[in-house]
């Protein structure tokens, strides 16, 4: 099913992507069209994940016998495929419409054009993926919960922060960084997992050798961790499932009973969201990490993380149905092609940009940002589409967050780029959304924050026994 009959034009175009279809705009447009065909029906979406939380949606959907009801299918379709990478789950609670329902099934199945996601929510949840319909007049019931973690910064502390292109790790003194370094790495392609615990290994005791002792580490790293255990994690795609299992999941867990002190690691996202609340001392912020991949990370009002699963990187921000495709999910348009490290090397090709055959993705992207700092306009471009991306993408987002602030951060940002993106995505909010761009302010911190500052945030996250 394709977004035909909705036609939608942003205001603003990104010169290198002249296709694009910010989702936000074609789903405001459907809504607006349901609205005024006054025929509006409601389906209501509900998504249950670990220890029985659940979130739920109601949306307005057109009838069956409506001469647009075709639009019905791609607009839930991604409806639910945004849903499933925010808030997370294994059981999909729907109502509505049976047609619709039937349609939801078939696609989100084993056998679906969404495998992927099904497979990828019954491995972190441990439980198999289940859809349910319900009748429209049973009520499905919201039941949510958010966490009080991180900010604690008395004693020696070490946190890291492990990406895809590189790993970072801080040694913290009661809130005082007093070491910091990033290492070049390439853990997705490693299937060894001694590599990976020798490597963590090595860049704690780095870090301990400037700590007279060491109190508390704290992690942040790509992927989904559920009590300091890796459910998924693109750092570790090569080791086989086999090896997973047994060295993997549980190397965290290994590795505080090596250092016997209290040990916390959740994911980056989560981590970009803590470093933002710590550094603005605000609440409802939403941390956007543009590294490797895109991860994203929210702090409610009450100052808390939510158990939501928010993995950005999957939801779907372009509707144009030739988008890039994302390699891992085979979903088009989604965030990690647009705000992330994948982007801006598809983007300087497309410019002609040439690389080195044998340079890695962070040494492609070091020399985009290198042709930037000299005056190239081809990169200014690169990093300008990224930008309005990213403003539209934000206001996406609004219509699932409750935010007041958004941080950006990650390598991507890094240098003359991070400005072009925010002073581009401000535009976005300014000339498209601006209720927005009134209510949500755009942070970037400065050029260490961005590189290690996910580390030291993740330093925060252990309570010690000196602060119970």
């Excluded at 059981?91 to 049976?98: I, P």
């Excluded at 099934?105 to 949840?125: E, N, P």
């Excluded at 989560?270 to 550094?279: C, I, K, P, Q």
């Excluded at 939510?306 to 999910?329: C, G, Y």
Aim: aromatic residues 8%; glycine residues 8%.
């Amino acid at each position: 099913m394709d977004n035909n009959s909705i036609l939608i034009k942003p205001g603003i175009i990104p010169i290198l992507d002249k296709d694009f279809i910010p989702a936000v705009l074609w789903n405001h447009a459907f809504l607006k069209e349901v609205h005024s065909s006054g025929e509006g029906i409601t389906f209501t979406i509900g998504l249950e994940r670990n220890d029985g939380i659940s979130s739920v949606i109601s949306t307005q959907i057109f009838p069956q016998e409506h001469k647009m009801s075709s639009e019905n299918f791609f607009y839930v379709d991604q409806l639910i495929k945004t849903l499933l990478w925010i808030w997370g789950g294994h059981r999909l609670t729907l109502a509505g419409s049976d047609q619709i329902i039937q349609y939801i099934k078939k696609i989100y199945s084993l056998q679906g054009k969404h495998s992927f996601d099904v497979k990828f929510m019954s491995k972190i949840y441990e439980k198999p993926f289940t859809i349910v319909e319900v009748n429209d007049k049973e009520k499905i019931i919201s039941k949510e919960k958010s966490i009080p973690m991180g900010g604690h910064i008395k004693g020696c502390r070490i946190g890291f922060d492990l990406g895809a292109s590189d790993r970072k790790v801080s040694a913290v003194i009661d809130g005082k960084v007093v070491f910091s370094e990033e290492v070049p790495w390439n853990p997705g392609e490693q299937d060894d997992p001694e590599y990976h615990y020798h490597e963590i290994m090595t860049m704690l005791r780095r870090a301990a050798q400037h700590l007279p002792r060491v109190d508390s580490i704290g992690g942040s790293s790509a992927g989904v961790y559920i009590n300091n255990r890796v459910m998924a994690a693109s750092l570790f795609r090569s080791i086989p499932p086999c090896l997973f299992e047994k060295r993997i999941k549980n190397i965290f867990i290994d590795i505080q009973r090596e250092w016997n002190v209290p040990l916390k690691v959740i994911n980056d996202g989560e981590v970009t969201a803590l470093a933002g609340s710590m550094s603005l001392q605000a609440n409802a912020v939403l941390g956007i990490a543009l590294g490797s991949s895109e991860a994203g990370g929210y702090v409610d009002r009450k100052g808390n993380i939510t158990t939501q699963l928010n993995e950005l990187a999957f939801v779907p921000i372009d509707f144009n149905k030739k988008a890039p495709v994302d390699s891992w999910s085979q979903d088009s348009g989604c965030g990690v092609q647009c705000l992330s490290q994948i982007a801006v090397i598809r983007l300087a090709e497309k410019q002609g940009i040439i690389f080195q055959e044998n340079q890695t993705p962070a040494e492609k992207l070091t020399h985009i940002q290198e042709l930037l700092a000299e005056g190239d306009q081809k990169a200014f471009q690169v990093f300008e589409t990224i930008g309005i991306y990213l403003g539209y993408a934000i206001a996406y987002y609004a219509d699932f967050y409750d935010l007041e602030h958004v941080l950006i951060l990650g390598r991507v940002t890094s240098g003359q780029g991070g400005h072009i993106i925010l002073e581009q995505a401000s535009q976005v909010l300014r000339e498209e959304f601006k209720e927005l761009y009134d209510k949500i302010s755009l942070h970037l911190p400065d050029e260490s924050n961005r590189r290690v500052g996910q580390s030291i945030a993740a330093a925060s996250l252990p309570l010690i026994s000196s602060e119970k």
